[in-house]
């Protein structure tokens, strides 16, 4: 059971699968909302410039009827080719409006839902869409179901707002046989207009109810099992044993440059039995010795045992190797309060070194070193 539980569907979407998503080109769409704005700014752009584009293109349908004796006379193949192209400009450059503003809504539909989308992997062709089977099995699909049920619905929507319309208007509409032209033409374009406002409001119902869904379906068919989870989290942050291994060398590697200073120090102070602290200082670059090396347990022995090998001097001081352990970073100064009891160090390690260059008197190592009990962790629970 717990297997079957991990291959469902069931974990929302991550951010990683969404991106995914999007670069080949699944976004959200929604065609009952790109179908309401199209059908919403058409009707509002005849709406206001109806009146201009129809006493435009009236004249122009003047122009191209009109036909007079000269005309008959001076009628060439060149004459009639300028009229024609004439015509058809100032036709294009009126209905030019119309075309924007259909064009814009058709572009802003899809960036409403999906945002702007450039994804070159969604042309690639997928033979997979060609399987008839897979086309079937879409059919009758959750989606398909649905699409027909929404077709079902626009068809009856609009087809139930046109019928109510022109029989709640059937006797004005005989009207119109009655009356004036240019009064049955305004008029009848007033009817027309009511019936477009009516059929564009009843598909913004539509939209207003097919864009939950289909933000619902895609969220859906992006959904993750838990295995693809876990597996995306391995894969964004690694997995968990590769990471230790690298954090494993990592701090061989640096433990390693560590004990290639020990030869470069001045001195190590030690725990005997627990700590080690490399020292180095150089009065014409350095404020205050800095610790170069420091460990604990093998540590502390390789260390002691690298200076032994490189002559560097080793001074038994515990509360002070204990101190430098717990308070001093490998590259950093000793702290300020510590600068008196390495002072002392450095100079018995001056002394130290003259004394065997020269061949004189060993000196004794320096004693009751001062170090600041607050700074002195103890000795450790093993000890």
Known sequence: MAEDSDLEKTEPASGRRLEQAREEGQVPQSRELS?????????????????????RLLGLLRRAFVFD??????????SL???LQNLFGGALLTLMPLFLVLMLAAVASPLMLGGFLLAPKALGIKFSRLDPLQGIKRMFSLHGLAEMLKAVMKAGLIGGVGAMVLWRNRDHLFDFMTEPLALAAADFAGTVAWIALLIVSSLGLLALFDVPFQLWQYHKNLRMTKEEVKRENKEQEGDPHVKGRIRAMQREMARRRMMAEVPKADVVVTNPAHF?????????????????????????????????????ALLEAPPLARALHA??????????????????????????N??????????????????????????????
């Open 81 to 83: 080719a300028a009229l």
């Open 327 to 352: 308070h001093c970073e490998l590259g950093e100064s000793i702290p300020a309060a510590l600068f008196t009891a390495v002072a002392e160090v450095m100079a018995y390690v001056y002394q130290l």
């Open 69 to 78: 004796r000269q005309m008959a006379f001076d009628l060439t193949g060149a």
């Open 276 to 312: 080690s602290v490399a020292l180095k200082y150089d009065a014409a670059r350095m404020a205050a010795p800095i610790v170069v090396a420091k460990g604990r347990g093998e540590t502390a022995l390789k260390i002691r045992e690298i200076a032994r090998a490189h002559n560097v």
């Open 354 to 383: 003259d004394a065997m260059a020269r061949g004189g008197q060993t000196p004794p190592p320096p004693a009751d070193l001062p170090v600041p009990a607050a700074l002195d962790p103890g000795p450790p629970p093993e000890a």
């Open 35 to 55: 179908t309401f704005l199209v059908t919403m700014s058409g009707a509002l752009c005849l709406w206001l410039l109806g009146g201009w584009m129809g006493e």
